[in-house]
């Protein structure tokens, strides 16, 4: 199961983040922003790259501002 995999952090009381290692290491900071490319995000869901940018354009409401860039 996906859930036994996680870590809760214990830096901060007050916020509860679980940090799940396949995510961590798919993340890059690039000009001090962390980003996970499209593929990766893909391969963490078991979807085709094609499906999570199609998802991303057909339904920008439901992204934060920043979520993407081209």
């Known amino acids: 199961m996906f859930v036994e995999k996680c ?3 214990t ?10 290692p396949e995510v961590e290491s798919k993340i890059a900071v690039i000009r001090n922003l962390e980003v ?10 078991g ?6 940018n199609r998802v ?3 339904n920008p409401e439901k992204f ?3 979520y993407s860039f081209y």
Do not use: H, Y
């Not at 830096?11 to 799940?20: G, H, L, T």
């Not at 996970?36 to 869901?45: E, G, H, Q, T």
């Open 64 to 66: 934060k501002f920043g």
């Open 56 to 58: 991303v354009t057909n």
């Open 7 to 9: 870590v809760m952090t």
């Open 36 to 45: 996970i490319a499209d593929a990766d995000v893909a391969d963490l869901f």
């Open 11 to 20: 830096d901060n009381p007050q916020s509860k983040m679980i940090i799940f």
């Open 47 to 52: 979807v085709p790259t094609r499906e999570v």
